[in-house]
């Protein structure tokens, strides 16, 4: 079997690649999935291996799915662009680029790929071949779709012969940069139609060319010496539009040295039979996995394989069918550190893989994918370069599926879990057809309703406690969407969106107030003298254990709440009624007895002149009053204290809260 050439590469290339080591894995789960089209599946993968956090994207591409299949691109040779680029390029109704990932190899300097391409037969890049077990790509071996429409991943034989008056000779690539005894075909399609080779050689120029573009597997092409530039000739030779050059260099000289002009030469282009009729043929490498297993054709210890980076592979089933499409994020703490080379073969075997090879990596790890709603492939991964690097070829996913029907419709919310009383609002987010094809979308087609709160358009003010749905309707489509309401406040009756509960849930905290049994504070129900001697008492955190006997006749020692009344006694902050001898327990307080117990706990000083017309100088509660206008304590109503009207929960709240916060 005769293969291409094996020559030493030195070029600047986008390479890079990782360190050689058993796989222990830690936690493993599937961070997103979804399908993107009839027969391509996105998954995204968290992983934590050797020690190190892993996010690992697979297309997973059916290629018996009819509306399915895989294509090669291409942008012209010598340029580069980003895998979005190209895929937009190409994108069209019937032929959407549903999914995709970076290429092969390219010479960063010069954009040219670096390894075999061919397209329905036609040789578009013979590339090179590396020596030496340390490099990337050291055996002829592709990826592609054969003649029957199966992927596959095998090596390569490809011929490229010169015979000369019946001398025959190896060419060693097609419109590449000529290196140490190669021997390079170069057609007008090279670069800028120079062969731009150093003097160190020597140069055939061949007219007449019987074919020089669109060279195919099985041609035999033909040329006439026209002019030759010998060794040590610096002037650049311009390839000829009606022909080609043959440049050698060392040893590939001797099959040059001879040739007159007028003389014609045979070029012959040929490949293995398993590749003939391929769809395409990709070449890449190492190969990472053969036969199910782990088989790295580079040193699983040199270098390039025990480096740390990102990684692009594709690899294919057993029954040739299913193709995987794989990325692995690297160089982002935190996120994705990267994989080196037996690391990703492993993982590939993991999934699935019976054959595998190496695509270009590092930087040029690039993954798309359709998310719902997008009628085209975008970036899914994270580039190492914090942007997409350009590329020469992409391995695109086409969805070939007309437009459909609706069948499925997502919704998004605002929030799905809010506390009591606070709002969720939905929105239309996508509408799909069969093939996962996005469609028009109409909200007015959009019903939504909930047990957990009444709706006013898209927007749910929930007004119930606990896990619930929301049910949205498009056309015929019903969803449920689960949603949880909370109610952070420690009262089921403040709900976080009241517009005091900073200062009940502040008082709360700091166990001054306390509710009812079943949850509530109540805050509308009159607050009686009981009720205002136990918060004034956690207020001022005064003792209970150590009290004074108290005398009043409805209070014996054996009242659930003596010692908090006797010590709010013994402070003479509140006294009692009818000379003393009653406290009064239920009954409400009044605003102007608020004021007063208020100025005596918190000895509040200071005097104002108040607006207040309802509090004469000889109210009982005046200069009270005064105190608490002073301290910003209170506003009242205008010109109006209402001193004799009793005091709600929420209000006595409101005014211990402004109490304690003068006191810092």
Known sequence: MKFVKKVVVTLAVSLLFLQSVAVHSGFASIFEQFQVSPGVKYTENKEY???????????????????????????????????????????????????AVNGSFFDTNTKLPMYLIAQNDVLVNSGIIASGRDQYVNEPIAFGINAAGKAQIEHFDLDLTAVHNGSAAEITSLN???????????????????????????????????????????????????????????????????????????????????????????????????????????????????????SLSITPTSSRATERAPR?????????????????????????????????????????????????????????????GNDMATLINRPSDGWERPVSTTLQAIS???????????????????????????????????FYNPLAKDTAKLKLSSTMGTFEGNTLKTTKVGDGVIVATYGNMTKQI?????????????????????????????????????????????????????????????????????NFLDVPKTYRFYNEIAAITNAGIISGKQNGTLFDPNAPLTRAEMAVILQKGFKLEGTAVTPFTDVPEQSFAYNAISALYANKITEGYGTLYKPANTVDRIQYALFLYRALQNQK
């Open 400 to 434: 070939t599926a007309p437009v459909g029907v609706e069948t499925s419709f997502g919704v998004g919310l605002s929030s799905s879990s809010v506390n009591v009383g606070s709002t969720i609002t939905v929105s239309l987010k996508y509408v799909l057809d069969q």
């Open 176 to 294: 590449k940069i000529r290196n140490n005894d190669n021997l390079i075909l170069y057609t007008p399609d090279y670069m800028d139609g120079y062969t731009n080779t150093n003097a160190f050689g020597y140069e055939v120029i061949f007219t007449g060319a019987s074919k020089n573009k669109n060279l195919a597997f099985g041609d035999t092409i033909t040329g006439t010496v026209s002019a030759k530039r010998l060794y040590n000739d610096a002037t650049p030779t311009k390839i000829p539009a009606d022909g080609f050059v043959l440049s050698g260099h060392g040893t590939a000289m001797e099959f040059l040295k001879y040739m007159q002009v007028g003389e014609q030469v045979q070029i012959s282009i040929g490949i293995d039979e398993k590749w003939k009729g391929a769809k395409y043929i990709l070449a890449s490498g190492p190969r990472l996995v053969d036969n199910g297993a782990v």
């Open 482 to 550: 689960p949603i949880k309401v909370k109610n952070d406040s420690p009262f089921v009756d403040i709900p976080s969106t009241h517009k005091y509960y900073p200062i009940i849930k502040y008082l709360y905290d700091q166990e001054v107030i306390a509710g009812y049994a079943d949850n509530t504070y109540r805050p509308a129900n009159t607050l009686k003298r009981i009720d205002a001697a136990l918060l004034l008492v956690r207020s001022l955190k005064l003792d209970t254990t150590n009290v004074q006997d108290v």
């Open 312 to 372: 692009t592979a594709i690899a294919v089933d057993r029954t040739l069918s299913k193709v995987f499409l794989v990325t692995v994020d690297g160089r982002q703490s935190g996120y994705s550190k990267g994989m080196n080379l037996t690391e990703f073969a492993q993982y590939l075997v993991k999934i699935g893989a019976y054959k595998a090879i190496n695509l270009d990596g590092g930087g040029s790890t690039t993954m798309l994918a359709r998310a719902y």
């Open 49 to 99: 291996i050797n020690s190190y956090t892993q996010s690992i994207k697979v297309l997973e591409v059916n290629l018996q799915d009819p509306y399915t299949r895989l294509d090669v691109s291409i942008p012209e040779i010598g340029k580069i662009s980003s895998t979005t680029a190209q895929a937009k390029a190409v994108h069209r109704a019937g032929n959407r680029v549903v999914g």
